[in-house]
């Protein structure tokens, strides 16, 4: 039963442009969750995350949105650069325990 | 220098061999994990540890065991190796927050492991 998912396993945007990478999650006792960006031969790293209790978190060109009525979440990269070319996962927590991690998103930025 | 650490970093082995994956931290943190990651799957969580005398299993424990040596070790061993734990190991490890806070993980280089 995966209770986090990302359902495009790929994505390809232009430089410059906007990229939006969607997560949508099953479990509403979920409180915390986070994106974390994945390059080849590394481990992955924390991007951004947000509490339950926001809507909205703002860091730089990263921008994480939260609707827990329909169980989903956003992370919007503006404007996308080269080095945003990455594997993204989403995550999700229960208090301050374990992660639950999505399937990840492979993004490409083109030139 | 890195700050979680792993090793080997590669490893190919065969089916029915026993196998230790090690991971070292200097963070400082009480709380590691291990994680898999798969193709389309992402990252699963297979065992974490909260602090030295604290081991819990994660959703795919099953051909698993660990061993938490000190406060920075956190061992994954692989009792009889079979071709389907074929994967990219990870460890990583986060702070003990506050009440109700939240502390991100900090994840090492991967192991890449095959079993042949």
């Known amino acids: 039963d995966q209770q986090v998912k990302q359902n495009s396993p790929s994505l390809s945007v232009q430089e410059g442009r906007i990229s939006i990478l969607n997560c949508d999650y099953t479990n509403s006792m979920f409180d915390y969750f986070l994106w974390y960006k994945k390059y080849p031969a590394e481990g992955p790293t924390f991007l951004i995350s947000?509490?339950?209790?926001?809507d909205k978190n703002e860091d730089g060109r990263f921008t994480v949105f939260l609707n827990k009525s329909a169980k989903h979440l956003s992370l919007h990269i503006v404007p996308s650069q080269p080095g945003d070319s990455a594997v993204y996962f989403c995550?999700?927590?229960?208090?301050?325990?374990?992660?639950?991690f999505g399937q990840g998103t492979r993004l490409t930025i083109n030139p | 220098d890195a700050d979680v650490t792993q090793t080997p970093r590669n490893r190919i082995t065969k089916t029915g061999k026993r196998i230790m994956l090690e991971c070292s931290q200097t963070?400082?943190?009480?709380?590691m994990y291990w994680y898999r990651q798969d193709p389309g799957l992402g990252l699963r969580l297979i065992y974490y540890s909260f602090d030295v005398k604290d081991i819990n299993k994660g959703e795919i424990s099953d051909g698993y065991s660990v061993s938490r040596q000190a406060q920075a070790k956190f061992s994954l061993s692989l009792e009889s190796a079979i071709p389907n734990q074929t994967a990219l190991y990870f460890c990583?490890?986060?702070?003990?927050?506050?009440?109700?806070?939240?502390?991100?993980?900090?994840f090492g280089p991967g192991t890449r492991l095959t079993v042949l």
């Open positions: 963070k400082g943190h009480d709380r």
């Open positions: 995550a999700a927590s229960q208090g301050a325990q374990k992660l639950v």
């Open positions: 947000i509490s339950s209790i926001k």
């Open positions: 990583a490890t986060s702070d003990l927050g506050d009440v109700g806070s939240y502390n991100e993980q900090f």
